[in-house]
């Protein structure tokens, strides 16, 4: 007699996705498991875990791309398996990455003639862009000393504290010293004057900053530029220039064309930009440029002979997707001039919406600028009850993602909110921010305060006075709440390096 | 009286993508356009150009994964826009990254206990992952220096000539000496570990091995390299560690060669990387490297980031990237487990087999590569020659194969090989055809006339029918060859 068989565990096809055994077994999460599972369960399995991830386009802390056209994604999911360094089995990949590069170097205004092709490289964001950059004037430099018969051994490259953390990483990877002219209350920008004097015969360049992290800036490039003209002038050291346009460098062409910060100044000798920020690609893609030639030491070029032609390549990631490189390509005859500028002025109306509203409020002190990055950077007027770290905790409620930073030296006791205008922040979503952060102020207000927000040393020691405190509190009380404070100080500061958003 | 229009210009919408005028104008290459271009005429644009690059499952020169299956492609497609470094906003995607990480820690038989998390990171491939162990590597070299009070200004490292292109760039960008152990006719990776070990020295920073050459996919014998080295290390103190670079051969040796000891079983090993985009079996874009302990990772190189409370040490030297492929990664990994990898492994390892059988039958090829590691099939000419192996990688493109022709590196530059790489989507089918039409292409060759002889020895010339004056003018060509091969190779040097 043959024994029946109903449908068991085996007969995995039968079971629905969540009728199966898979949704019951707890994933290994240190070790790869023994058997396979079937591919519907797999993805739902973490499709379900990645719901948990915050909304993307909701988050509001990132300048990085979270939309593209539904035509650019076709794009990107068809190339998703060419590899970018291929460039023999991808010849048309890689003559759109060298298109990229010559248009991004003609929007600088580099000095290149009708045909001549520009001197760049597609990166995987300007981390990557920014220590290519780093590496060129630190061979350069070594070579000139070398020249010289002089030391080499202590290059050091001068840029504002404000810097994002990838001139910290280049500067401890590659053993550069960096000297951080430090910002103060009310400056949050790399003060040009004190960056030039900072300069000695080891600093291999100044690093400026078209539109910091913080608040959205544009640092002067120019009066950077002369300043350091009449310095080198003195003392023959040929100091050069790099500007970390990040996020810049798809603005300030567009909506301040007059603004001189590029290779309109003699100095700048390369310029990094994110793709993936106001160049609208998603998340993978930067770019640097050279001015010329020379400004890229040949002996850090790999030379790869392209069926023929010579293609010299200077990265350090080799295999990476070609999809980014791509979709940089279609934003850029896809928009064109006029469509960078229609999203640019966009955002920047969006931003003054914001701000409006948020001023309207009478709650917040607007820190950031109208010129620059479209973005929002506020903190509160009254933050002896409640902090803007409270603030931001509380709109995560609603789905925002609105991130507080403290300032970096010397001006560690601002802590601010931030909310970046990226193309995809309508001002509908932009009213409705509003009227959502007015709601968290009115539940603040009624909640007690947690603590005090004022930590700079003058206050601490006129709290003896009583002076500063909203809060009447006894002296054992006043100890706790210092303990509590300190707390805060290290969180913040801890917290501030999560929030180091490229 | 009102002039009627037609239909001008101004109407796009109601043009066809390619009766529109955009069809028409060529498109700036250097600068910028002025104007915006509808969406479908850029993508119809686009995708028209690209269908002018090659075929990449047809790409048999790369390691690289070129295909996944679509649930796959839908969780690839839905996280595109995230932005991997914020850990804070995406806490489940930098879990995913951690689970990664511990598991293939723990592939590689990292000493951990159970529940202890391993050290490592996901980058954005071995290029990445090299460097920053390699930046480790001269870290804590730098350091022991310092506290003996002895000079740290000229590191090198060791390692074979075979080495991939990105140990190069390592070595010139972070100013580190590149001590290369050339290679020889027969032996084409890391010459008995003996002479890598004589090249020791007080400077070195560690010893790099290879798992799966990309020359002819060989796998170095680290197991000895380790047992050497630990004996010159108690003699001379020097605790000279090794890398294992397992980048192709770190998803291969695990599953169908276990007993093999390559990786943390042997004590020196210190790091590991891996590519996820190879043998990982996800696209390119994703890399792995793992650390021993938490000691073999200067804390001074990590910067701290605290995740909502708990400490996140992050080690890249990139920062923004996209989370598709560490989604990808995990997808894998959960989704074949030890089973489905192996599975894989066999079946890459069996059609291997059946390539390599039917370029045998030809007899027209002496084979290179070896049974036992990276499932690919290296070949090369039998006896002299009137064609060279460059002719027949230019021949099979028409057909839509790429196979790329290599010579080796030095010592051996008088060796070409063609090189066919057996990835996971290269059925059995592909190989029979493959072979079917290398023997055309051989028919085809076989009845044109030599354009180069191959042997670039000085003994043949006299096999080649022609007179004196003659001889010097392949000697000519054969040079201009020699470089041109030798360009070429750094090319095809794919990772």
């Excluded at chain 2, 560690?206 to 108690?234: M, Q, W, Y």
């Amino acid at each position: 007699m043959v024994l029946s068989h109903a449908a068991s565990d085996s007969d995995v096809s039968v079971h629905s996705t969540f009728a199966s055994r898979y949704v019951r077994t707890s994933l290994p999460r240190f070790k790869m498991p023994e058997n396979s599972i079937p591919k519907e369960a797999a993805y739902q399995i973490i499709n379900d875990e990645l719901m948990l991830d915050g909304n993307p386009r909701l988050n509001l802390a990132s300048f990085v791309t979270t939309w593209m056209e539904p035509e650019c994604d076709k794009l990107i999911m068809a190339s998703i398996n060419k590899n970018y360094v291929d460039m023999d089995e991808y010849p048309v990949t890689t003559e759109l990455q060298n298109r990229c590069v010559n248009m991004i170097a003609h929007l600088f205004n580099a000095p290149l003639g009708e045909t001549e092709t520009a001197v760049g490289v597609g990166t995987v964001g300007s981390s990557e862009a920014i220590m290519l950059a780093g590496l060129a004037f630190k061979r350069k430099w070594q070579n000139k000393r070398k020249a010289e018969g002089k030391p080499f051994d202590k290059p050091n490259i001068v840029t504002g504290a404000n810097v994002q953390v990838c001139w910290e990483k280049f500067a401890r990877y590659f053993e550069v010293e960096l000297k951080e002219v430090k910002l103060s209350e009310g400056y949050y920008v790399m003060d040009p004057e004190q960056a030039v004097e900072m300069v000695d015969e080891n600093t291999i360049c100044v690093a400026a900053i078209l539109g910091s992290t913080l608040n959205g800036e544009f640092e002067d490039v120019k009066l950077l530029n002369d300043l350091l003209v009449l310095k080198n002038k003195e003392t023959g050291w040929d100091t050069p220039i790099h500007v970390d346009a990040a996020s810049g460098g798809f603005i300030a062409p567009f909506l301040y064309p007059e603004l001189e910060w590029d290779f309109r100044l003699p100095l700048v000798k390369s310029i990094n930009v994110s793709g993936h920020k106001y160049g609208l690609v998603y998340a993978g893609i930067g770019w640097v440029v050279w001015r010329n030639k020379e400004d890229l030491p040949e002996e850090l070029i790999f030379h790869i002979n392209y069926l023929g032609a010579d293609q010299p390549t200077f990265t350090l990631n080799f295999s990476k997707g070609s999809s980014q490189v791509i979709a940089q390509y279609y934003q850029l005859i896809r928009l064109g001039h006029e469509g960078y500028r229609n999203v640019m002025e966009n955002c920047r109306e969006n931003m003054i919406v914001l701000r409006e509203g948020l001023e309207k409020t009478g709650r917040f002190n607007i820190v950031s600028k109208e010129e620059g990055v479209p973005l929002v950077a506020f903190s509160l007027k009254d933050s002896s009850s409640h902090t803007e770290f409270e603030i931001s905790d509380m709109l995560r409620r609603y789905g925002w993602i609105v991130p507080a930073y403290t300032m970096p030296p010397n001006a560690q006791h601002i802590t601010v909110l931030r909310v970046v205008i990226r193309e995809d922040f309508s001002r509908t979503l932009a009213e409705r921010l509003v009227i959502d952060i007015e709601k968290v102020m009115r539940e603040l207000d009624e909640l007690p305060s947690r603590v005090i927000h004022k930590i700079s040393l003058e206050e601490e020691k006129s709290e003896a006075n009583g002076d500063n405190l909203m809060v009447t509190v006894k002296k054992t009380d006043m100890e706790k709440q210092r303990e509590i404070i300190n707390g805060w100080k290290k969180f913040v500061s801890d917290r501030k390096k999560t929030n180091g958003i490229c | 009286m009102v002039l009627s229009r037609t239909t001008t210009e101004s109407n796009e919408p109601v043009s066809s993508t390619f009766g529109s005028r955009y069809a028409l104008t060529a498109l700036p290459k250097y600068e910028i356009g002025e104007s915006s271009i509808p969406k479908d005429a850029a993508y119809q644009i686009i995708k028209d150009e690209l269908m002018l690059d090659g075929n990449p499952r047809l790409n048999l020169a790369s390691f690289v994964t070129t295909w996944m299956e679509p649930e796959c492609d839908k969780l690839i497609m839905d996280s595109i826009n995230k932005n991997y470094v914020d850990m804070d906003e995406y806490p489940v995607t930098t879990e995913l990254q951690n689970r990664c990480v511990n598991m293939i820690a723990r592939l590689f038989n990292a000493p951990l206990g159970d529940t202890e998390t391993a050290m490592g990171v996901g980058t954005v491939g071995s290029s990445e992952a090299i460097m920053l162990a390699g930046l480790a590597f001269k870290r804590n070299w730098q350091n022991k220096r310092k506290a003996e009070g002895k000079t740290y200004d000229k590191p090198n490292i060791v390692t074979g000539a075979n080495v991939q292109v990105c140990w190069e760039k390592f070595a010139r960008y972070f100013e580190v000496e590149l001590k290369e152990i050339k290679l020889s006719e027969g032996y084409y990776v890391m010459d008995d570990p003996e002479k890598a070990v004589e090249m020791v020295d007080e400077n070195t920073i560690c010893v790099a091995a290879i798992l799966g050459s990309t020359l002819t996919g060989e796998f170095e014998d680290v197991k000895r390299l380790n047992d050497l080295l630990v004996k010159k290390n108690d003699a001379t103190g020097w605790n000279t560690p090794i890398h294992v670079d397992a980048a192709s051969g770190g998803f291969i040796a695990p599953f169908i060669y276990p007993e093999l000891e390559w990786d943390f079983r042997l004590p020196l090993v210190k790091s590991i990387n891996v590519s996820g985009h190879k043998y990982g079996l996800v696209y390119a874009g994703i890399g792995w490297v793992v650390w021993r302990t938490q000691h073999d990772l200067p804390d001074e190189l990590i910067f701290h980031i605290n995740y909502l409370g708990a400490d996140q040490p992050t080690f890249t030297l990139n920062f923004s990237m996209g989370s598709s492929q560490i989604i990808a990664q995990y997808y894998q990994l959960i989704r074949l487990g030890f089973e489905g990898y192996k599975n894989v492994m066999e079946n890459c390892r069996e059609n291997m087999l059946v390539l390599k059988e039917g370029i045998e039958k030809t007899e027209r090829f002496n084979i290179v590569s070896k049974d036992v590691g990276v499932p690919l099939v290296a070949f090369s000419l039998k006896g002299q020659s009137f064609h060279s192996e460059f002719e027949i990688s230019e021949m099979l493109r028409r057909f839509g194969w790429i196979v790329p022709a290599y010579t080796m590196p030095a010592d051996a530059e008088h060796i070409t090989v063609l090189r066919v790489v057996i990835r996971e989507d290269f059925s059995r089918t592909l190989a029979e055809r493959l072979v079917a039409d290398i023997l055309k292409v051989l028919h085809e060759l076989d009845t044109l006339p030599s354009k180069i002889s191959r042997k670039m020895g000085a003994e043949d010339f006299g096999n080649v029918k022609g007179k004196k004056v003659k001889r010097e003018k392949l000697m000519e060509v054969i040079v201009g060859w020699r470089k041109f091969v030798k360009d070429r190779k750094k090319m095809n040097g794919v990772c």
